[in-house]
């Protein structure tokens, strides 16, 4: 299963309030009654206030299906391009990103409302290879994070291997943390520039990041 991330940053006429109701109750409308067997699930994460985010994304659409060629068949559909049409709407699409991923759980745990999730995009240090980056993030990085940070979930995802085909991908992966709250959210990150364990591992193989956090609207998220 793949996980594509569809960053959006708002259209300049638009508050983010307003931009989030759009988005939650019209923009789902685009495609009519119409049922999206390509969709395994699908996550709106809607940008919070606090605390604050350095990414200017109002929102990600987290999307996942069954394969790339899953993928590639629903962008060439007619209810993806009244998606796409729709988007106009609200979305400032000359400053969208987009990115699949591959996810690799690294604590499982509850998701419930009033929960914060913080998306830390990452680009690996110059020099290393996606290979060791990826080991590096996974075998070292995230036991110290579980060690020094209070978090309730906490999800890896790899960019997919195929990007790297054709070009070099703005990042190399994106960490999914779960907070119980905003005040936590921050805690954490206080707690972040106060470790030192953190923060020398992060220098080793991380060139630069950039966070967004968010509320998540779950849509479609089969048991």
Not at 65 to 73: G, K
Not at 80 to 98: I, Q
Not at 197 to 215: E, P, R, S, Y
Request: neutral net charge.
């Amino acid at each position: 299963m793949i996980h594509h991330h569809f960053f959006m940053p708002k259209r300049a006429d638009f508050t983010q309030e307003q931009f989030s109701q759009y988005y939650r109750y019209q923009h789902i409308k685009a495609a009519g009654d119409q049922r999206i067997p390509a969709l395994i699930r699908y996550v709106q994460s809607h940008r919070v206030a606090e605390p604050p985010s350095a990414a200017d994304f109002a929102a990600v659409a987290e999307v996942w299906y069954e394969s790339e060629a899953a993928l590639t068949q629903f962008t060439s559909s007619a209810q993806y391009a009244k998606f796409r049409a729709d988007e106009l709407n609200f979305v400032d699409v000359s400053r969208a990103e987009n990115l699949t991923t591959v996810d690799h759980v690294m604590l499982e745990g509850e998701r419930k409302k009033g929960m914060v999730k913080g998306m830390f995009m990452l680009k690996r240090k110059p020099g290393l290879t996606v290979a060791d980056f990826r080991k590096h993030w996974l075998e070292v990085h995230a036991p110290i994070a579980l060690a020094e940070m209070d978090i309730r979930r906490y999800v890896q995802c790899h960019t997919i291997d195929s990007v790297y085909n054709f070009c070099e991908p703005q990042w190399d992966g994106i960490t999914h943390l779960w907070f119980d709250d905003a005040a936590a959210a921050a805690r954490a990150m206080a707690a972040v520039l106060q470790s030192p364990a953190l923060t020398a591992d992060a220098a080793k193989f991380i060139g630069h990041t950039a966070n967004l956090f968010v509320a998540e609207h779950i849509l479609i998220w089969p048991k």
